[in-house]
């Protein structure tokens, strides 16, 4: 995501130590004063990472102005002219929050942007942004008759570690935030979404199809083993069936699912209970009729793999018609195997 139109309009940058080692906090002295190349440079480093689809919005149990970040980001908005007073505010909740011994020091960056582009709709929007891995580089330069290599260490333009979003819409909701984080499912990670941020998934298209294709995912694979007796080849059939429901349709429908996907009345019966409990277990409502994110769908279908893993030898790709495969024991061998039916080879 790297609007043309989007501007800098302002940065502040501060240093965030680990509090769990008494690193401490460096704060600058004020906002930054950019070259238009610099900017450019910047703004490829902090918009490009942005390209999922899903978002989030702050949360707190009470009011919402009890969420640290949402608070000093309104009073950002409502009076931009404030942005090294709320940017000193941020690093200061992002310290107390960096109280565990795997957070790693950096530097932190609060940019406000102007015309920046949310599903083609300009707005303003802050950034909060997190620099934590340095890169050496070579610099290369003619000396006199020769050349001179000399190394430093920078950061790489093409990795941010720690990213947010926070578009100037829906302000009574929690914002609009889109989030990245290069430590994946670590510990960081959740130290930032949760504890600093405190954010959570903004219910959409996109996360109603990533719901519904997990919860499929999890039902196929976990419970309906428990209630039937199911082969793997059953199992494999039915992920396929259910990625390629949402491939194929512009929206979900829970019913409509239910009969071409599970079909038996005894397991459509299962899964609609099912739902329920995957719904209370992760606090996210999914609706029983939406529009389908096809780029929730893309990556969601990496997970669906219909795959029958024998021992180490060998892999059997399911792409449908479980009757094809047939399992049976041989007592010669005291070894399973499968049986394939196929018209041809290729």
């Known amino acids: 995501m790297t609007s043309e139109q989007t501007e800098i309009d302002g940065i502040a940058v501060h240093f965030s130590g680990n509090k769990t080692s008494e690193e401490g906090i460096r704060q600058s002295k004020s906002t930054l004063n950019l070259s238009d190349d610099v900017k450019a440079l910047l703004k490829q480093y902090f918009l490009s990472p942005f390209k999922s689809k899903e978002y989030f919005h702050f949360f707190n149990e009470g009011d919402l102005t009890g969420n640290a970040v949402y608070k000093y980001v309104s009073a950002l908005f409502d009076q931009p002219e404030s942005l090294y007073e709320q940017s000193v505010n941020l690093v200061k909740h992002l310290y107390e929050n960096s109280n565990h011994p795997k957070v790693k020091p950096g530097e932190f960056y609060v940019v406000y942007f102007k015309d920046a582009d949310f599903n083609g709709e ?3 929007a802050v950034g909060l942004f997190k620099s934590e891995t340095k890169e050496p580089f070579l610099k290369v330069f003619p000396s006199g008759e020769n050349y001179r290599i000399e190394s430093e ?11 947010c979003m926070i578009y100037n819409f829906e302000r009574e909701q929690g914002y609009v935030v889109a989030v990245v984080d290069s430590a994946g499912k670590s510990v960081e990670a959740q130290l930032w979404i949760d504890q600093f941020l405190h954010v959570l998934q903004r219910s959409d298209e996109y996360s109603q199809t990533k719901n519904a294709l997990s919860m499929c995912r999890n039902f196929v694979m976990e419970k309906l083993p428990e209630e039937f007796e199911v082969s793997k080849a059953d199992q494999a059939e039915l992920l396929t069936k259910s990625v390629q429901f949402f491939k194929d349709k512009e929206r979900f429908n829970l019913e409509e699912f239910a009969q071409e996907v599970m079909q038996q009345p005894e397991v459509i019966e299962k899964f609609k209970a099912y739902k329920t409990d995957y719904e209370d277990s ?11 994110s096809d780029q929730a769908v893309k990556k969601q279908s990496k997970i669906f793999k219909s795959i029958i893993k024998l021992d180490k030898n060998f892999h059997i790709y399911v792409h449908g018609k479980a009757e094809l495969i047939t399992k049976g024991f041989d007592q010669q061998s005291g070894m399973h195997f499968y049986q394939l039916f196929f018209k041809e080879e290729s």
């Open 122 to 124: 300009p707005c303003d």
């Open 282 to 292: 992760r606090d996210f409502e999914v609706t029983e009729d939406f529009s389908i």
């Open 153 to 163: 260490e920078g950061v790489n333009i093409h990795k941010l570690d720690k990213g």
